[in-house]
């Protein structure tokens, strides 16, 4: 298993700005993921982050909006650019892969935007 | 395309009732079933798996069994707590697709009265 820490676990930003979300692994993960969750939802899947190669996106979502970093097996971070109210939502990251086929979650980010 | 779809919420039962929550799921190859829990609060925690027909998962006197047969992973408890007050999460990840994603439901909300 992994335990995964998330920063900042909550913040509150005014439109038009742009939040970088930290997610460390205790341990190495072949993938790691980024979810949003908006309030009485499911998730959804925002991209699927590789060490060394960029991320894959989903359907519905840019790299120019959720721009995302994967230096190393153990660390990565989202942007949430140019923020809107529509983007107050709870991302969550995740690790896994590698044939395992489970991932361990973060506690999530409550992204709250006026 | 795959697809999870469990029972809407939310489901309310007084402690020491006996719970049942559906799960039905549309896969094109050989999915991995899983059940995750989120507390109030928290990110999502694994609460149990099965990764091929007729395999049980269990954990905290939860069951589920994968039932290929009626596409179903249904989870089920003898006796619930206040505790088991959470929202209850269905998902899969198609090992046919080796791409680790997991495709989630939409979540059942369960309120357990003392």
């Known amino acids: 298993s992994a335990v995964i820490s998330q920063k900042p676990s909550r913040d509150i930003c005014q439109r038009g700005t742009s939040l970088t979300i930290q997610c460390q692994v205790d341990s190495q993960v072949t993938m790691m993921f980024w979810y949003r969750q908006q309030p009485g939802q499911s998730l959804t899947l925002i991209a699927t982050a590789n060490q060394g190669s960029e991320a894959t996106y989903e359907s519905g979502f840019v790299i120019d909006k959720f721009p995302i970093s994967r230096p190393n097996l153990t660390f990565s971070t989202l942007t949430v650019s140019n923020m809107s109210p529509e983007d107050s939502s709870i991302y969550l990251c995740?690790?896994?892969?590698?044939?395992?086929?489970?991932?361990?979650f973060g506690p999530g980010t409550r992204l709250t935007v006026t | 395309g795959n697809s999870v779809t469990q029972m809407e919420g939310p489901v309310t039962l007084s402690e020491e009732a006996f719970l049942t929550i559906n799960c039905t799921y549309t896969a094109t190859g050989y999915p991995s079933l899983f059940w995750y829990v989120q507390y109030p609060g928290e990110g999502l925690q694994l609460l149990l798996k099965?990764?091929?027909?007729?395999d049980k998962g269990s954990n905290k006197g939860f069951e589920a069994t994968y039932r290929k047969e009626t596409t179903s992973f249904h989870l089920e408890k003898g006796s619930v707590q206040v505790s088991d007050s959470a929202v209850y999460f269905c998902?899969?990840?198609?090992?046919?697709?080796?791409?680790?994603?997991?495709?989630f439901g939409k979540g059942t909300r369960l309120h357990i009265l003392p």
């Open positions: 995740s690790g896994g892969g590698g044939g395992s086929y489970e991932q361990y």
């Open positions: 099965a990764t091929k027909a007729d």
């Open positions: 998902a899969l990840s198609d090992q046919g697709n080796r791409d680790d994603k997991i495709i």
